[in-house]
């Protein structure tokens, strides 16, 4: 659906009237749902939905009223306006006090229907944008992780990362080294309704495999030679909780079969025991790898990756989201500062496009431990950052004219990021002609292929 078009349903049993009310909204540039019956429009809803619902009050089953009531159940904010017939005004009270947006009394002029609709949607855009910025405020507030970003890719992806939240079911992370899948499980699990229970996390590449089937089901006394005691493995001690499995593409084959059992049956058998436990976790994993194609190389178990791939967020690398750098730099410099009880300058303009110039092959976690060494230890380099960012052994510091050449690189990239691509809005935002603005992009290699929005 495309953003310019918003969307109104339509609920009338009568096939000549949803037309005719249809072609108004459509020709009035408005995305148009028709249903014959309330029940089919039910299905259509959801707390999240930016429309507006325009309803007959006198239909078979369900009728306008029900509806009414059954819609505020999903979303008492929700804008119903419902069509009344001639003398029926004890009605249209009664809807009203139930929470019915308006009501329209036939026979209406088409842009009495046009102005409530209108006025309806209004209404929706701002009830939705304050419950987006009271969740805000709330995960602002509310100890915790913080994921950090303002660009596009991170604003979707905290957007689908809040959601999964409030719901049970396991979940992939997909990202490079450094992304900040760890902290973007932990972000998730803050959110959710497990958050007073424990948050287990453990990386399978980094446990043995001689002890890692015990360090996640545990064991019982003698199971194995110096098993003294019952252990409680990590599965069991998250439960209610979340259990974290970082670097899910290093587990063993054979553990990965007994993982898959734990996964669909939501219990397990300590080594050494026959007897069941039960477990009430959620899991989510994590991975550096494509996973699917490890399960083709025979690497990864195939039934393995789709019980873990039911939902799957992938973290965008720092190179992609350029205009979050100065942001999180800043933050971490903050942290670090605190921390120390040193403090730094801030970062300059051209010191900022050369950290938005570097590709950050360590994405977050290097940016994070370059602002450490910038707070730590700039004073004694009077706070260079190339110096800090290459070593001394680097090559010779940049030029002016090379500093220059990033920054307007740095702001070339950026405008197009902001504009999507469009070369207009870009040459309106950055004051150039168009000539100048397509030999820069030529000079420094940017194409605005690389910057269109998706659809």
Same mark, same amino acid.
């Given at each position: ?18 037309? @005719?009310?249809? =072609? ?9 749902? @028709? ?34 009531? =059954? ?41 009495? &229907? ?13 009830? &939705? /944008?304050? $419950? ?19 660009? =596009? ?59 890692? %089937?015990?360090?996640? #089901? ?22 209610? *909780?979340?259990?974290?499995?970082? %670097?899910?593409?290093?587990?063993? +084959? ?15 058998? $300590? ?7 039960? +477990?009430?976790? $959620? ?9 699917? =194609? ?34 999180? #730099? ?21 010191? +900022? ?23 730590? !230890? ?34 070339? /990239? ?6 999507? *691509? ?23 290699? !940017?194409?605005? /292929? ?6």
């Amino acid at each position: 659906m495309s953003e310019s078009l918003l969307p109104v349903i339509i609920i009338d049993d009568e096939k000549h009237l949803r037309i @005719s009310l249809g =072609q108004t909204l459509e020709l009035a540039g408005y995305q148009v749902q @028709s249903f014959e019956s309330a029940e089919q429009a039910l299905k259509a809803l959801s707390p999240e939905w930016p429309g507006v619902v325009v309803s007959d009050i006198r239909m078979p089953g369900m009728d306008g009223m029900a509806f009414l009531q =059954q819609a505020r159940t999903l979303d008492t904010d929700l804008p119903v306006i419902l069509i009344t017939g001639h003398g029926d005004i004890s009605t249209a009270v009664a809807a009203m006090r139930q929470g019915a947006y308006d009501f329209l009394e036939k026979p209406f002029h088409n842009e009495v &229907l046009l102005d409530v609709v209108a006025r309806a949607l209004d209404k929706r855009r701002l009830t &939705l /944008e304050n $419950r987006c910025l009271k969740e805000e405020l709330a995960r602002a507030t509310t100890p915790g992780p913080r994921v950090l970003g303002r660009t =596009q890719p991170m604003q979707q992806l905290m957007s689908v990362a809040n959601q999964i939240s409030r719901v049970e079911t396991d979940l992939l992370l997909w990202g490079e080294t450094g992304s900040g899948k760890d902290m973007l499980a932990r972000y998730i699990h803050e959110q959710s309704k497990r958050a007073g229970k424990n948050f287990v996390a453990i990386n399978c590449g980094a446990v043995p495999e001689s002890i890692i %089937e015990s360090e996640l #089901f545990g064991h019982e006394p003698g199971a194995f030679t110096g098993a003294n005691k019952r252990r409680v493995g990590k599965f069991e001690h998250a439960n209610g *909780g979340t259990v974290f499995l970082d %670097e899910i593409e290093s587990m063993p +084959l054979n553990l990965q079969v007994k993982l898959l059992r734990v996964l669909q049956e939501r219990q397990l058998e $300590r080594l050494g025991s026959n007897t069941p436990v039960s +477990l009430d976790i $959620r899991v989510i994993a994590a991975t550096k790898t494509d996973l699917k =194609q490890a399960s083709a190389d025979g690497q990864f178990r195939e039934d393995l990756y789709y019980r873990l791939n039911v939902v799957t967020l992938e973290i965008p690398p720092l190179r992609d989201r350029r205009e979050d750098i100065p942001l999180l #730099f800043q933050h971490f410099a903050i942290v670090a500062a605190t921390r120390s009880g040193l403090e730094a300058p801030s970062p300059s303009p051209l010191q +900022l496009s050369l950290l938005m110039g570097h590709d950050w092959p360590g994405n977050v976690r290097e940016l994070r431990n370059l602002a450490e060494r910038y707070v730590l !230890l700039g004073a004694t380099c009077d706070y260079n950052l190339e110096q800090l960012m290459f070593g001394s052994s680097s090559k010779q510091p940049l030029t002016l004219p090379e500093q220059v050449e990033m920054f307007e690189k740095s702001l070339i /990239e950026q405008a197009l990021a902001r504009n999507k *691509g469009s070369i207009k809005n870009t040459l309106e935002d950055l004051s150039l002609p168009r000539k100048t603005l397509y030999d820069k992009l030529k000079k420094y290699g !940017l194409s605005r /292929e690389d910057f269109l929005a998706e659809d």
